[in-house]
């Protein structure tokens, strides 16, 4: 500690000496000069040098905005033990110790962290820099996504649903499936005399069978190739029968075939003549059995037998055991005429006409 003293209460030198100064400073100590060989007040010094008696940060002024002072106090107890705070590194950083110094770098090899990268196959969310400052896309919603932003996390909903299709009734499937979030649909396509045409939010099908207004109340029939075609018209009165090129017209308002039979002395069947070409005629005893292509019954079958007494022709029709008697697996091309002399009005050894109305 300081020792203060003056000639009137110091009258002695003690040994060793003690040289004061005239003016003390505060905070000074007796300190041994040894080429003076006496004790001195003298400031505190290291080697020397003065030692620092405090921290300042700074100018000495306030803290600026983003200044952190490293004065951390004095160890509690100990004043002279000042504590200066330690240095750590945030993100991105390093602390190199240089010795004599300390330097702060950035983390990535000393380069500033200004540059983004867009990973996967998507759209692309960062879009460059600009003057160190990073940028990234927006992201805006469509067609029923909405984006919310939060504080921390943003939003994305859909108003859609997942939605599947479904066939009803018991046609032809029209929806196949549904791949990922694709609904499929088959297509529709025609053949043969069908048409298709779609045209706005209409799918039209139509047939085209090659008439137009010329084949006016014409009848359509089928081809050999399975198409429906116009049936050419028959003169005016003719009917539609089925003949042996299908159907056809025919103008005669029925059709009629006559040939002529002839009978033996006894009366029985002996033969036939002048058969028309259209109709085949085969005799077994008093039978005849008639083969046609006129696809219908036979309407009316009558006798005219020839009276030479009264050189008149007899009309006659068949009789109940002589019949006309259909074929029972063809009864439209085939049938057979039971008949003699009695039963056609003619004379024994005789003839007479037999009359076909189909």
Not at 96 to 101: A, E, L, P
Not at 102 to 117: D, P
Not at 136 to 149: A, D, E, K, L, W
Request: with cysteine; proline share 3%.
């Amino acid at each position: 500690m300081a020792v203060f003293a003056c000639s009137s209460t110091i009258t002695n030198q003690t040994v060793p000496s003690i040289s004061i100064a005239p003016t003390v400073q505060g905070g000074q100590i007796l300190v041994w000069d040894a080429t003076l060989q006496v004790f001195v007040n003298s400031d505190i010094t290291v080697n020397g040098n003065t030692p620092f008696a405090g921290i300042q940060s700074g100018t000495g002024g306030a803290l600026e905005p983003g200044e952190v002072s490293l004065d951390g106090g004095t160890v509690n107890g100990d004043d002279s033990t000042f504590i200066l705070k330690t240095l750590k590194p945030g993100g991105n950083l390093n602390l190199v110790d240089n010795g004599t110094s300390i330097t702060i770098e950035l983390a990535n090899a000393g380069s500033a962290l200004n540059t983004g990268n867009n990973l996967g196959t998507g759209a692309e969310v960062y879009s460059g820099v600009n003057s160190n400052i990073l940028n990234f896309r927006s992201i805006t919603g469509s067609n029923g996504v909405t984006i919310t932003q939060n504080a921390e996390t943003i939003d994305i909903t859909s108003d859609g649903e997942p939605n599947t299709a479904s066939n009803l009734g018991t046609g032809t499937n029209i929806f196949n499936s549904k791949v990922g979030d694709d609904l499929q649909f088959r297509s529709i396509a025609v053949e043969g005399q069908l048409t298709i045409a779609e045209a706005n939010d209409t799918i039209t099908i139509g047939a085209d069978f090659g008439v137009g207004g010329a084949n006016a109340g014409e009848l359509l029939v089928g081809d050999a190739n399975g198409n429906l075609v116009p049936l050419t018209g028959g003169v005016s009165g003719a009917y539609l029968f089925y003949g042996t090129g299908g159907p056809e017209w025919n103008s005669d308002v029925s059709s009629n075939r006559t040939f002529r039979i002839t009978f033996e002395q006894d009366g029985s069947l002996e033969d036939f003549h002048d058969v028309p070409s259209d109709i085949t005629v085969t005799r077994v005893g008093n039978t005849l059995t008639v083969q046609h292509s006129f696809n219908t019954w036979p309407k009316v079958v009558t006798y005219y037998g020839f009276d030479s007494i009264q050189n008149k022709y007899k009309y006659r029709q068949p009789t109940g055991n002589y019949q006309v008697l259909l074929d029972g697996t063809n009864p439209t091309q085939e049938f057979d005429i039971q008949v003699n002399a009695a039963v056609a009005g003619a004379d024994v050894n005789g003839f007479a006409y037999v009359n076909l109305v189909f």
